[in-house]
């Protein structure tokens, strides 16, 4: 089992850039055992994928890339994303969840806010 606190959220203006992170805590095997990913959920709108780190391999929704950036640290039990050059239509709840095999993002985090004013 394991359970993720986000941090990191917060108003910024378009342009600027933002580290948000995602705890872990890990009861059944170790944190990087796990798959990790990023998602966000803007108003009116279903969650989307945003980034996910796999075994040092990296994947980024199109409308991220080249901004945003994936990372953990295993000895921390965290993982990370850099948000650079963010837009309005950044803004959303950004939630981290983790997966272990072949099984479905089965833990998910509380979500941050990020907001994006022009």
């Known amino acids: 089992q394991v359970q993720l606190v986000e941090s990191g959220g917060e108003l910024v203006q378009a342009g600027d850039s933002l580290r948000l992170s995602c705890a872990a805590s890990?009861?059944?095997?170790?944190?990087?055992?796990?798959?990790m990913g990023w998602f966000r959920q803007a108003p009116g709108k279903e969650r989307e994928f945003v980034a996910t780190?796999?075994?040092?391999?990296?994947r980024y929704a199109d409308f991220v890339k080249g901004r945003f950036i994936i990372s953990r640290d295993n000895t921390k039990n965290s993982m990370y994303l850099i948000m650079n050059s963010l837009k309005p239509e950044d803004t959303a709840v950004y939630y981290c969840?983790?997966?272990?095999?072949?099984?479905?993002?089965?833990?998910w985090g509380q979500g941050t806010q990020v907001t994006v004013s022009s």
């Open positions: 969840a983790a997966k272990y095999g072949g099984s479905g993002w089965g833990a």
């Open positions: 890990v009861s059944e095997r170790p944190f990087r055992s796990y798959d």
């Open positions: 780190e796999s075994g040092g391999r990296r």
